[in-house]
């Protein structure tokens, strides 16, 4: 059984720019969530999405949007990048009717 | 506002010994809790859920107990190892808009 896995592992942009991460869920996981997680904090929670559609929101602004997919992969899409957006992008699938969530090793983004 | 606090950045004990993290959390009633091991560069890794009307919970050397009176939870691993060294996380469910909300972690070392 294969994992949620994260590309890119790394990436650095600059203020301005627009970025999009991926995620592909464990396989039989419906819903999968996006977190940042800042150096020496808990991740916070951005969105959800489950079936294709936003299932709950943070408290993010609207340049952090997201997509899902028939095949429940998932894109977080951040644009107009800021400095303070510099952290570590996770993504978690749960399986459908579960509580836990199986995170992926994260996107390290860094904006200059 | 809600706020989680582990009350530790960081706890040394002795291999050995059991560690015992804090959890407490204020002005919210969450339906369960979970935690989480995080090593360093790396998503976290879902170790045990309890829901509000358990007291207590087991896994292995895993013993987590939640009290919604006290609005506390406590996190045990007993016979600890050098293994067991990494960040323990705690994340409440929020319910509304499917968030959950991650305390700050606590960084555990056991010394050999």
């Known amino acids: 059984e294969t994992g949620v896995t994260q590309s890119p592992t790394h990436l650095i942009k600059t203020r301005g720019q627009q970025v999009t991460l991926r995620c592909s869920s464990q396989s039989g996981h419906n819903t999968v969530s996006w977190y940042q997680q800042a150096l020496g904090q808990g991740p916070q929670f951005i969105f959800q999405?489950?079936?294709?559609?936003?299932?709950g929101r943070g408290n993010f602004p609207p340049r952090f949007s997201g997509l899902q997919f028939p095949n429940y992969s998932s894109e977080l899409n951040v644009n107009a990048l800021e400095l303070d957006d510099s952290a570590l992008y996770l993504c978690?699938?749960?399986?459908?009717?579960?509580?836990?969530?199986?995170f992926g090793p994260g996107t390290r983004l860094t904006v200059l | 506002s809600q706020k989680i606090e582990q009350n530790s950045e960081a706890l040394n004990i002795q291999e050995g010994k059991t560690a015992t993290l804090t959890c407490n959390y204020t002005n919210y009633s969450p339906a369960y809790l979970q935690w989480y091991r995080q090593d360093p560069g790396r998503g976290p890794v879902f170790l045990l859920l309890?829901?509000?009307?358990?007291k207590e919970k087991r896994k292995e050397r895993l013993k987590v107990t939640f009290d919604t009176t006290l609005k506390q939870s406590l996190f045990h691993i007993t016979a600890s190892q050098p293994a067991d060294s990494a960040t323990y996380l705690c994340a409440l469910d929020m319910s509304k808009n499917n968030d959950m909300r991650f305390g700050a972690g606590t960084r555990l070392t056991v010394k050999p």
């Open positions: 309890i829901r509000e009307n358990e």
């Open positions: 978690a699938s749960s399986p459908r009717g579960r509580n836990e969530q199986f």
């Open positions: 999405y489950y079936r294709e559609e936003e299932n």
